[in-house]
Nanobody, 120 residues
Framework: VQLGESGGGLVQPGGSLRLSCAAS????????MSWYRQAPGKERELVAA????????DYADSVKGRFTISRDNARNTVYLQMNSLKPDDTAVYYC??????????????WGQGTPVTVSS
């Protein structure tokens, strides 16, 4: 199983980034997918999740209205569009996979993470 994140980097406050996560080694369409983040000195937190078919999504209150999660099951890829970025969004962002939507806060598989820094 591999989850490979990309798209992180340095961006100014108010800017945008699009993260991608390419999955392999499992049946992607059978899994709910999530993005987590971990800031320095803080616990890892769930940022956004999307169900197997994409009909259900879930967001942390801190990113609602700014971040959008989506998936392309034909490409085995999940995305996180991040707009109106704030310095508090600075963290390492991780892609994860959960066999069941109800267990999206306890994923079976994790990626290695991609760093996002929001700073002027």
């Amino acid at each position: 199983v591999q989850l490979g994140e990309s798209g992180g980097g340095l961006v100014q406050p108010g800017g945008s980034l699009r993260l991608s996560c390419a999955a392999s080694g499992f049946t992607f369409s059978w899994y709910a997918m999530s993005w987590y983040r971990q800031a320095p000195g803080k616990e890892r937190e769930l940022v956004a999740a999307i169900s197997r078919g994409g009909s259900s999504t879930d967001y942390a209150d801190s990113v609602k209205g700014r971040f959008t999660i989506s998936r392309d099951n034909a490409r085995n890829t999940v995305y996180l569009q991040m707009n109106s970025l704030k310095p508090d969004d600075t963290a390492v962002y991780y892609c994860s996979a959960s066999r069941n939507w109800a267990n999206r806060n306890a994923p079976e598989y994790w990626g290695q993470g991609t760093p996002v820094t929001v700073s002027s």
